[in-house]
């Protein structure tokens, strides 16, 4: 028999209907039909339009097109692809948090990097500094539509200091930030950084495991935001303000430090238990085990005892040449990691909690192994 071709239909089944989607949306990026579209409103998933198969079949996946399950970073068995792509080899049991090169602690040096970023404003940093350095063209990023009062994540492209500001901060409601790669494209973008949580950092590295065409050779770096889960954009109306009254377009900024954390225009702060918020935890994160950002060049995280530091976990040859040369040109600040071992602990407990969530029925990761067969 000829070796089986996965198209549409085994992903559909297999991932987007099955539980396991975490609405990365790679597959819509990497199709080059433009024949799957994105629910960016409700579900945050992948669905196929009806002229060319319906939405559980694909007339060109039948005829041998492939990509959107070689782009898929939870399609069959990523999670060994992806680390024998990146690292040579699969992780060992007690890399719980994946496999890394330096865990540090970092923040910008540049202060207005410093100060618009979260936590320290690395990520800000990292970006500025590779679009300035010639390392990248163009970074996909979430932004805040609009006028930024709706706190709707959309996905957006920056090419400059300039864009990384207006779009630096966290948000906590979902973007898929990989959307906005056909707009970098159409600006000339040949370089690109992704930054996303885990579920989209590990896009660019299973495209590249799985030779995904010309998408994977132009995502060069990818940047992961550590993530235990977000939340639907119903957590405004339903839990902000109507047992807070906490109008969403009176909000400044928000973090998690294990509350909810909410600062208002007019100063106020305010603090919200994270497990009232869990009702509106997205359903693609209910199944995904990765917190720490595993398959990221370099992963970030505020948690921990400092908050103006980023817990910084260096994983890649290239997160750390790139990292090497932002510390030489003073463009970063950086501590020991061991100087907060409470956040490495949280890191390690945290990925621990979400590498549980995999589903037995799924196929097996190192945290979800296959039950022993019976003799």
């Excluded at 433009?34 to 945050?44: I, M, N």
Aim: with cysteine; aromatic share 8%.
């Amino acid at each position: 028999m000829p070796p089986e071709k996965p198209h549409w239909a085994h992903l559909y089944d297999e991932v987007v209907t099955s539980g396991l989607c975490t609405g990365c949306s790679a597959c819509v990026v990497a199709c080059p039909y433009d024949v799957l579209g994105y629910d960016q409103e409700t579900t945050y998933k992948p669905f196929h339009v009806e002229a060319t198969g319906g939405l559980d079949g694909c007339t060109h996946g039948e005829r041998g097109c492939t990509l959107c399950t070689r782009a898929c970073p939870r399609f069959r068995e990523w999670e060994p692809e992806i680390e024998q792509h990146l690292f040579g080899r699969p992780r060992t049991d007690d890399e719980v948090a994946g496999i890394s090169e330096q865990v540090v602690l970092a923040r910008a040096t540049d202060p207005e990097l410093h100060e618009a970023g979260q936590d320290g404003g690395l990520v800000s940093a990292l970006l500025v500094w590779g679009l300035e350095h010639d390392v990248i063209d163009a970074a996909l990023v979430s932004a805040l539509e609009g006028d930024g009062t709706s706190w709707k994540a959309v996905p957006a492209v920056v090419r400059d200091r300039a864009g990384v500001l207006a779009t630096a901060g966290s948000r906590y409601t979902y973007s898929a930030n990989p959307l906005a790669y056909a707009a970098a494209i159409d600006g000339g973008a040949e370089r690109i950084a992704l930054v996303g949580m885990g579920c989209q950092a590990s896009a660019p590295a299973v495209m590249a495991a799985r030779k995904a065409g010309k998408v994977a050779r132009r995502f060069v770096l990818s940047i992961g935001l550590m993530c235990s889960k977000t939340f639907d954009d119903a957590i405004f109306p339903e839990l902000f303000e109507a047992r807070y009254d906490l109008r969403r377009e009176d909000i400044a900024k928000m973090n998690i430090k294990g509350v909810f954390q909410v600062w208002m225009r007019n100063g106020e702060y305010h603090e919200i238990p994270l497990k009232e918020a869990h009702g509106w935890t997205r359903e693609g994160c209910m199944s995904c085990p990765d917190f720490a950002a595993e398959h990221a060049d370099i992963s970030t995280g505020g948690i921990g005892a400092f908050n103006d530091w980023t817990l910084t976990v260096i994983r890649t040859a290239r997160g750390q040449e790139l990292f090497a040369s932002m510390i030489a040109d003073g463009a970063v600040e950086v501590r020991a990691g061991e100087d907060d071992p409470g956040a490495i602990a949280l890191m390690q407990r945290l990925s621990k909690v979400s590498r549980k969530r995999w589903p037995a029925t799924a196929v097996p990761t190192p945290g979800r192994l296959p039950a022993p067969q019976p003799a």
